[in-house]
């Protein structure tokens, strides 16, 4: 997508350091972090919502979410985490580009 930042970030248009890339995903920290670790896990595939996931990206989700879990350690995220995908309006979705937010590093509030 031609004016999505996080296809622009994928693209390499906008630089922004990788902690971890594979052909399906990347994982980079976030701009603003909302707590001590804060990081995105951001398909490559450009789709905005869980809604319009069809096999494919159900796939590659899927592989995002086996992923994750391998990369605890290095990410500082051994003692746990919270998984967070914002969905639409309500859900205070930013960035129209589905990730996943991955944040640690200390004991998070509840909700
Ligand atoms: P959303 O609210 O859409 O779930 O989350 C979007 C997230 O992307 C926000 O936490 C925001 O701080 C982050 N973000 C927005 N622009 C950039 C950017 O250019 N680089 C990085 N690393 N994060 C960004
Ligand atoms: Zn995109």
């Given at each position: 997508?031609?004016?999505?930042?996080?296809?622009?970030i994928?693209r390499g248009?906008?630089?922004?350091?990788r902690?971890?890339?594979d052909g399906?995903?990347?994982?980079?920290?976030d701009?603003?972090?909302k707590?001590?670790?804060?990081?995105?896990?951001?398909?490559?595939t450009h789709?905005a919502?869980?809604?319009?996931?069809?096999?494919?990206?159900a796939?590659?989700?899927k592989?995002?979410?086996?992923?994750?879990?391998?990369l605890?350690?290095?990410?500082?995220?051994?003692?746990?985490?919270?998984?967070?995908?914002n969905?639409?309006?309500?859900?205070?979705?930013?960035?129209?580009?589905l990730?996943?937010?991955?944040l640690g590093?200390e004991k998070?509030?509840d909700?």
């Amino acid at each position: 997508m031609e004016n999505c930042i996080f296809c622009k970030i994928i693209r390499g248009e906008i630089p922004s350091p990788r902690l971890y890339e594979d052909g399906d995903m990347i994982i980079i920290r976030d701009i603003e972090p909302k707590a001590k670790l804060h990081y995105l896990c951001i398909p490559k595939t450009h789709f905005a919502l869980l809604s319009e996931m069809d096999g494919e990206k159900a796939e590659i989700l899927k592989r995002c979410f086996a992923k994750i879990p391998t990369l605890e350690k290095e990410l500082g995220l051994e003692k746990g985490y919270r998984v967070i995908i914002n969905q639409g309006e309500d859900g205070g979705q930013a960035v129209h580009h589905l990730h996943i937010h991955l944040l640690g590093g200390e004991k998070l509030k509840d909700f």
